[in-house]
């Protein structure tokens, strides 16, 4: 049972390069959203997406572009990575309310 | 006001004893209420939702209060795998977008 899948696991940018998160779901869900959490400031959503070809924008979108071609993926690209992009992100994905998560990417950029 | 606040604690608890997480939300419109637990490191998971008339899942009780933009989670007999951070979760008006309280980190010792 996959549920959520997220790749990479684990990344090292230096500052100015892109790069692309992906993430995966079995479940047949409309609903897909891409987070990002840092220490003290909770989960903060960056963007959404509420079906396929369809994205908008989160509490937190700047740097960042998402795409949604299949139903099943969600893309999140980093054009420039800054410092400030260093974090957890998580993509999740839901029918309703329940969320499943993935178990995150961890970037750090330097 | 931030949308959804909580003591951040930690709160350290003996084994056996009994916590009690309050959370409070500021969108009135707000419909749907969930509790997520998030272990160190790992992707949040769904606890349990949060219903009006209250609802008890094992050693853990929910309860709401609309009135006052209340929520609140209680654990009796704390167990060591108890120990996590809990999110107070809340989905906006007419939106399957959930809005995550910081957290609450609870760690309960032999």
């Known amino acids: 049972n996959a549920g959520v899948t997220q790749t990479p696991k684990f990344r090292v940018l230096k500052t100015g390069q892109s790069m692309t998160l992906l993430c995966a779901q079995d479940m047949n869900h409309e609903y897909m959203y891409w987070y990002r959490q840092d220490p003290g400031m909770g989960l903060r959503l960056i963007h959404y997406?509420?079906?396929?070809?369809?994205?908008a924008k989160g509490e937190v979108p700047d740097g960042y572009n998402v795409s949604r071609l299949k139903k099943q993926n969600f893309l999140l690209g980093l054009e420039s990575a800054a410092p400030s992009q260093t974090s957890v992100y998580f993509c999740?994905?839901?029918?309703?309310?329940?969320?499943?998560f993935g178990s995150g990417t961890r970037l750090t950029v330097v | 006001r931030k949308e959804v606040e909580q003591d951040p604690g930690p709160f350290n608890v003996p084994e056996g004893a009994t916590v009690a997480f309050n959370c409070t939300y500021s969108n009135s419109a707000s419909q749907s209420f969930f509790w997520y637990r998030q272990d160190c490191r790992k992707e949040p998971k769904l606890l349990m939702s949060v219903y009006s008339s209250g609802n008890e899942d094992g050693r853990f009780t929910a309860q709401l209060n609309r009135a006052s933009q209340y929520i609140s989670l209680l654990i009796r007999d704390s167990k060591l795998s108890d120990s996590a951070t809990y999110l107070c979760v809340v989905s906006g008006a007419g939106s399957y977008q959930l809005t995550f309280g910081k957290g609450t980190k609870l760690s309960v010792i032999p």
């Open positions: 999740a994905s839901s029918a309703l309310y329940g969320y499943t």
């Open positions: 997406s509420v079906g396929e070809g369809t994205t």
